[in-house]
């Protein structure tokens, strides 16, 4: 069957019926990129770093915790708990699954919102990320993936906080495994010292 091109514009003033598939035009290659398109992390999906199965509760020993201020005030957030006086670093873990729309090789950012609450450490408070890629059999492939060494969070000011990813073997549909760490140095004895992420999320570079 012969193809019928209309080079303007068409107006249909009924219903448009379809005998046959509708077709893109374009492959996905040929839209233009979306630079650094943030997607979401949820706080709710981490969970304890060497027991996967568990959710985060109230942090201790090495694990974050997750808490929230009271609802129309506060909101929820990933914390340290109180790391006054103490030597500490806490971690969770979480993994985001490439999407189609991903232009492979191309940016992977962690970016997160944080600082810390009611008073800084005397000495250090810092965030830091790592990332894995899955070799689809229950065991990760490479190194680790993050090339930006931890960042200072001490300031009450939250502020943004980005790691950059190895992209090189990434595709759509890469599975990473993703553990950060606040880690606190602290010898004062005055009030809490907190380490908090208000925001989580991955940054991709996308077509479509």
Same mark, same amino acid.
């Given at each position: 069957?012969? !193809? &019928?091109?209309?080079?303007?514009?068409?107006?249909?003033?009924?219903?448009?019926?379809?005998?046959?598939?509708?077709?893109?035009?374009?492959? #996905?290659?040929?839209?233009?990129?979306?630079?650094?398109? =943030?997607?979401?992390?949820?706080?709710?999906?981490? #969970?304890?770093?060497?027991?996967?199965?568990?959710?985060?509760?109230?942090?201790?020993?090495?694990?974050?915790?997750?808490? =929230?201020?009271?609802?129309? !005030?506060?909101?929820?957030?990933? &914390?340290?708990?109180?790391?006054? !006086?103490?030597? =500490? $670093?806490?971690?969770?873990?979480?993994?985001?699954?490439?999407?189609?729309?991903?232009?492979?090789?191309?940016?992977?950012?962690?970016?997160?919102?944080?600082?810390?609450? &009611? $008073?800084?450490?005397? $000495? $250090?408070?810092?965030?830091? *990320?790592?990332?894995?890629?899955?070799?689809?059999?229950?065991?990760?492939?490479?190194?680790?993936?993050?090339? !930006?060494?931890?960042?200072?969070?001490?300031?009450?000011?939250? *502020?943004?906080?980005?790691?950059?990813?190895? *992209? *090189?073997?990434? =595709?759509?549909?890469?599975?990473?495994?993703?553990?950060?760490?606040?880690?606190?140095?602290?010898?004062?004895?005055? &009030?809490?010292?907190?380490?908090?992420?208000?925001?989580?999320?991955?940054?991709?570079?996308?077509?479509?």
């Amino acid at each position: 069957m012969a !193809t &019928t091109r209309i080079p303007g514009d068409l107006s249909i003033e009924g219903d448009l019926i379809l005998g046959g598939a509708l077709k893109p035009l374009q492959p #996905r290659s040929n839209l233009t990129q979306d630079a650094v398109q =943030a997607y979401d992390l949820p706080l709710a999906d981490w #969970r304890v770093w060497d027991a996967y199965q568990t959710p985060l509760g109230s942090a201790g020993s090495d694990d974050l915790g997750i808490t =929230a201020g009271a609802f129309a !005030t506060g909101l929820p957030y990933i &914390t340290s708990g109180d790391c006054k !006086t103490l030597t =500490a $670093t806490r971690y969770a873990r979480t993994t985001f699954t490439l999407p189609p729309e991903y232009e492979a090789g191309q940016t992977v950012q962690l970016r997160f919102a944080a600082g810390q609450l &009611t $008073t800084v450490a005397d $000495t $250090t408070a810092t965030l830091d *990320a790592e990332a894995y890629a899955s070799n689809r059999d229950t065991l990760k492939t490479g190194s680790d993936l993050v090339s !930006t060494a931890a960042q200072s969070i001490k300031s009450l000011t939250f *502020a943004e906080k980005t790691f950059d990813i190895t *992209a *090189a073997g990434l =595709a759509p549909g890469s599975v990473l495994d993703i553990r950060i760490a606040i880690a606190i140095v602290d010898a004062a004895t005055g &009030t809490a010292v907190i380490g908090a992420i208000a925001h989580a999320e991955i940054l991709l570079d996308i077509r479509g």
